[in-house]
């Protein structure tokens, strides 16, 4: 065998390709910039929100650790809670919207690549030259 770089070669064999395809684990570790196209954008998600209450006459004044309540008849308007719940408020009865801006200061792209080595030998077939300095090699006889 002959030694050409890191790797024997056995004689006469062809070894190396002329065309790579590289793989994305064979990219180095590395990042993207993120840019904005148009400065503020926003972007605008809507959440549904469960709303509990009570519908028997109401007990308390704070909304603390209770739930709405039906005032009760003859009361002050100032109790409007109950300790418990009892239904869940209709799914229109409170809007949740939410609307983060994007800053491109707090975007990232994910990083690829590994790094993994990408062997690249050129076409090549492994020789080894015997050159007679005296006489004639092979004989002919």
């Not at 056995?10 to 993207?32: D, Y």
């Not at 196209?37 to 959440?47: E, I, K, L, N």
């Not at 549904?48 to 003859?74: K, R």
């Amino acid at each position: 065998t002959a030694s050409g770089g890191s790797a024997n070669r056995a004689f006469g064999v062809k070894f190396g390709a002329e065309n790579v395809t590289v793989s994305a684990a064979q990219l180095p570790a590395h990042t993207h910039v993120l840019n904005e196209t148009t400065s503020g954008q926003t972007v605008t998600a809507t959440a549904a929100a469960t709303v509990n209450a009570n519908n028997t006459a109401a007990t308390l004044a704070g909304p603390a650790n209770h739930y709405w309540a039906i005032p009760a008849a003859g009361t002050t308007t100032s109790l409007g809670y109950n300790s418990t719940k009892v239904v869940t408020m209709a799914s229109d009865a409170v809007t949740v919207a939410v609307n983060p801006t994007f800053n491109k200061a707090n975007l990232t792209i994910g990083a690829t690549g590994n790094g993994a080595a990408l062997p690249v030998a050129t076409p090549s077939l492994a020789l080894n030259f015997c050159i007679c300095t005296a006489g004639i090699f092979p004989s002919r006889t």
